[in-house]
């Protein structure tokens, strides 16, 4: 079946200027994740969704990130007036349920880069 | 705060030889332990998963993983590798709790391994 997309694959903006990354999670997933993968920083956890309850927001590195997910299916990652140090890697996974058999399936990514 | 520790960045071998790459996490409760791996281009995908009982656990592509409780270790093993087995490694750990928050994986920093032919 298919698997997690997201869309652009590659972004390639001028700092200052905002972007929007889109994730469509694997249909009937209830919970869906943002992570970044940059060089210096690793795989960091952004922000999680789980069905209608609050979103766990506790990654975000600042208020120029946010996060929404309509419907309960397809995400939008907003970063406002981008720095050149927001250049990453941003990655989506959704997972069947937040409890322990919850696995991640991760898409493809969309590379930023910030110029 | 909760860390991941993978102790070697890069690793680099002939084929058929073994491989054992370090996995060490702080977090004291229990955790739900994941080894994932990122083929050159690729996207991550899920190597091995472990949740409770047997602690050694296997996982596809003769991979295996042992959770060693009292070392706070998961660390991944494979008896022979091939020139396909070059990726980038990355442990996960996931701490169980009952709230829906906090469901989210910490990495660590990942080791890339090197297969020569």
């Known amino acids: 079946g298919a698997g997690v997309s997201q869309s652009p694959s590659n972004k390639v903006t001028e700092k200052g200027k905002d972007v929007e990354l889109r994730c469509d999670p694997i249909s009937g997933h209830t919970a869906l994740y943002w992570y970044r993968q940059s060089l210096g920083q690793g795989l960091e956890f952004l922000i999680y969704f789980q069905g209608n309850s609050a979103p766990d927001k506790s990654g975000l590195p600042s208020d120029r990130f946010s996060a929404e997910r309509t419907g309960g299916s397809v995400s939008t990652l907003t970063i406002q007036r981008t720095q050149q140090e927001d250049s990453a890697v941003y990655l989506c996974?959704?997972?069947?349920?937040?409890?322990?058999?919850?696995?991640?399936?991760f898409g493809p990514g969309t590379r930023l880069t910030v110029t | 705060a909760q860390s991941v520790s993978q102790h070697n960045h890069h690793v680099i071998l002939s084929e058929a030889a073994s491989l054992e790459l370090g996995c060490n996490y702080s977090?004291?409760?229990?955790?739900?332990l994941f080894w994932y791996v990122q083929y050159p281009g690729q996207h991550l995908q899920l190597l091995l998963k472990?949740?409770?009982?047997?602690?050694l656990v296997k996982g596809i592509k003769g991979f295996e993983a042992e959770f060693i409780k009292s070392k706070f270790s998961f660390n991944l093993r494979k008896p022979s590798v091939q020139w396909s087995d070059t990726a980038e490694y990355f442990c996960a750990v996931k701490r169980e709790v009952i709230k829906a928050a906090g469901n989210k994986l910490t990495f660590g920093g990942g080791t890339r391994v090197l297969v020569k032919p």
């Open positions: 977090y004291g409760g229990t955790v739900n």
């Open positions: 472990y949740f409770s009982g047997d602690p």
């Open positions: 996974a959704s997972s069947p349920t937040s409890g322990r058999q919850g696995e991640q399936y």
